[in-house]
């Protein structure tokens, strides 16, 4: 069994047919634990949405489903929790905050979560 990451989902949704709801319930199939970050709090499976990212935790992989203009607001907590990788998923690619945090030593990386996970390289 691979190593279980504990994993802060940014953008994170109840809407059932957003991917980042999906990759939630999948994350957690897996058994990796999850943080869930979203503008509505709410339940996914066993995870609570909460509004803010808890700076403190040991994230080990941010997987972002925000967009790169709705990144902005998040940039320093972000800096703050540093994650050792952010996935940036098809639609919140944004190459200068990929800059940023590669500078700050956290690891970035174009690609879908879902995928991953299915395929068995998270």
Do not use: W
């Not at 957003?18 to 970050?37: G, M, N």
């Amino acid at each position: 069994m691979s190593e279980k990451k504990l994993t802060l989902v940014l953008g994170a949704s109840t809407k059932e047919d957003r991917y980042s709801y999906q990759a939630l319930l999948l994350l957690q199939k897996h058994q990796h634990p999850v943080i869930a970050v979203g503008n509505r709090e709410g339940v996914v499976g066993e995870a609570s949405i909460v509004r803010s990212i808890p700076v403190h935790e040991p994230v080990d992989t941010l997987t972002m489903y925000l967009s790169a203009r709705n990144q902005k607001g998040f940039y320093k907590d972000i800096l703050k929790l540093h994650p050792k990788r952010v996935i940036f998923n098809p639609g919140a690619e944004n190459l200068d905050f990929e800059k940023v945090l590669n500078e700050n030593g956290i690891s970035t990386e174009n690609a879908c979560t879902l995928v991953l996970l299915s395929v068995g390289n998270y």
